[in-house]
């Protein structure tokens, strides 16, 4: 972002669970930590060899345009967060294979624009790719659209695995080990289905096998995975549990 790496944060409106009204003062909507004590980093700065396929940033997502809020494909996450993942990426670069994040930290506002997508019953443009069993109308009954994201307090990753020697992943992963291609998860990044579930049954055993690893190791590091995606993981000990950000997704200063 084109700030200092603290993002300018000391300036930025904190969005807290209960929410604060325009006229809310200074010391409500920054919280009890303060806004001016959250450090958020770009997460090339310690752990460069991650990829970055920043979907929100463009209109490779289920919502086929770049998504308020995403000024640039940038991952950004909280210092202890980005600070795992480089050990997570530095234990998997011994063995052949690479992160690769598809979101990191997520503005209100672009779970603001979520949300008003999720209630345009007329834009489905992009259902057989997405949700193609799931009718729009039941988005947010089930879970897959909501007014408030775990990527918001910025120590959530949505995530996959890639190859970088197949070779040496065959010890670890199954399915086609090509170099420079994404290990075989069985659903794309954010497909609304059950197929998407971790433990879904219906998946090929190369799959769950896949699956299961990646989880165990992100639950090495402390990262718990939400049941309903596959690719999607949470710091258990993230330094801001109660807060939810609002600074839109830049650049970081040269």
């Known amino acids: ?22 006229n809310t003062s200074t010391k409500e909507v920054l919280g009890s930590k303060g806004a001016a004590q959250a ?28 998504i308020a809020g995403y000024e640039a494909g940038v991952c950004w996450l909280s210092r202890t967060a980005a600070q795992s993942l480089a050990a997570v990426q530095k234990e998997l670069a011994e063995q052949g294979l690479s992160l690769k994040v598809y979101d ?44 408030k994201s775990g990527h918001s307090r910025a120590s959530t990753v949505d995530m996959t695995l890639m190859v970088v020697d197949g070779k ?14 994404d290990v075989d998860m069985g659903t794309p990044f954010d497909m609304f289905d059950e197929q998407s579930h ?23 590091h402390g990262w718990k995975n939400l049941p309903e ?4 993981y949470t710091l258990v000990n993230e ?15 040269r």
């Open 168 to 181: 040496r992943a065959s010890k670890l992963v199954r399915g086609p080990l090509a170099d420079g291609i």
């Open 39 to 66: 450090d958020l980093v770009p997460l090339a700065s310690l752990a460069p060899g991650v990829k970055q396929d920043m979907r929100y940033a463009t209109r490779h997502n289920f919502m086929g345009k770049p």
């Open 229 to 232: 995606e596959w690719w999607h």
């Open 104 to 147: 990191c930290y997520r503005p209100q506002t672009a779970v603001n624009d979520f949300v008003r997508w999720g209630k345009d019953m007329a834009d489905q443009k992009n259902k057989d790719m997405y949700y193609p069993r799931v009718p729009k109308s039941e988005l947010f009954k089930r879970g897959y659209i909501a007014e």
């Open 239 to 253: 330094p801001y549990p109660d807060q939810y950000f609002d600074v839109p997704v830049k650049q970081p200063a």
């Open 198 to 220: 971790t433990d879904n049954a219906q998946q090929s055993p190369d799959v769950q096998h896949n699956r299961r690893w990646l989880r165990s190791l992100m639950q090495r």
């Open 1 to 22: 972002m084109s700030f200092h790496p603290r993002l300018a944060w000391a300036c930025a409106a904190l969005i807290l669970i209960a929410g604060c009204a325009n």
